[in-house]
């Protein structure tokens, strides 16, 4: 597939490996912030956008409640990375060399047992890929970046050690970003809809809100809660279930959710990826 894809971070980024694992064919575009991502795909300056939403271990990444819908984008993909940290250096640098690693704040308490063992030293850096590219500028034998080895590729750095992270199932789930929606059905596996709803100011709105999935069989894979304009009041809720707006059982729930709730805005219908199992 031809085009262009945008991604946050710096080339060598595990935002760039996502866009490479799930559409080899476009050409990366680097950008600053999430939102300059989603501004980029909303211009027309790129095709699809790359966003990381969620990771295994830490949570939240972006508030793609808010980010989709005021840009007018809609999610017609996903796609999971298992984040492999690496120790880059220099070329013809050896491990017993290193006495610092330079990585983004939230991966190096990921190897801090690596590094301890090592006694290496942990030095914060504002991006992974960045830290690859300044080690390889600096050309200094005992600094190295925690990084991906599609960093090493890129900058030129030698691969000192290999999945170094604590954690052995740390992964992250990246949405694929577009100005068109694509609702047809895609591949053999499940669908994934994704949306976003306000519930209406009534006694166990919620509750009752929710009460059409379980009853027509619906499985809801995540549920979370956002504060709407820094009220305590009013509160709008994200969820991912797992069937298409036209199957029989999703179109009986979400109907029944739209007499619960006074705001209702599908954001995405789109392939459930392999790593959901």
């Keep these: 597939m031809a ?3 945008a991604f946050q971070g710096e080339l060598g980024a595990y935002s760039h490996q996502a866009c490479r694992q799930s559409r080899p064919g476009m050409e990366p575009v680097p950008s600053t912030t999430f939102e300059e ?3 980029k795909v909303a211009r027309g300056e790129v095709d699809l956008g790359m966003l990381a939403v969620e990771n295994s271990t830490y949570g939240r990444v972006a508030d793609v409640h808010s980010l989709l819908p005021r840009a007018g984008l809609h999610i017609v993909d996903e796609a999971f990375v298992r984040v492999h940290v690496n120790l880059l250096g220099v070329k013809g640098a050896r491990l017993a060399e290193v006495k610092e690693a330079h990585g983004h704040v939230v991966i190096l308490p990921q190897c801090a047992g690596f590094l301890k063992a090592h006694g290496i030293k942990s030095r914060v850096s504002s991006d992974n890929a960045r830290a690859a590219r300044e080690v390889a500028e600096a050309g200094d034998r005992s600094r190295a970046a925690l990084a991906s080895e599609l960093a090493a590729e890129i900058y030129g750095l030698d691969v000192l050690a290999r999945h170094i992270e604590d954690q052995a199932n740390n992964t992250t789930r990246f949405l694929v970003m577009s100005r068109d929606p694509d609702h047809s059905r895609r591949g053999r ?7 976003t709803f306000r519930v209406r100011n009534i006694p ?14 619906v499985n809801m ?7 709407v304009g820094g009220s305590f009041t009013a509160t709008e809720f994200y969820a991912d279930i797992e069937g298409h707006p036209e199957d029989a059982n999703v179109a009986l729930a979400l109907e029944e959710l739209r007499y619960f709730t006074s705001e209702l805005r599908i954001l995405g219908v789109y392939p459930a990826a392999r790593e959901r199992g």
């Excluded at 596996?189 to 949306?195: A, N």
């Design 3 to 5: 085009g262009r894809i």
């Design 37 to 39: 991502v989603v501004d």
């Design 189 to 195: 596996g499940k669908m994934i809809t994704t949306f």
């Design 204 to 217: 166990a709105a919620l509750y009752k809100a929710l009460g059409g999935f379980a009853t027509n069989g």
């Design 221 to 227: 894979t995540k549920l979370e809660s956002y504060m």
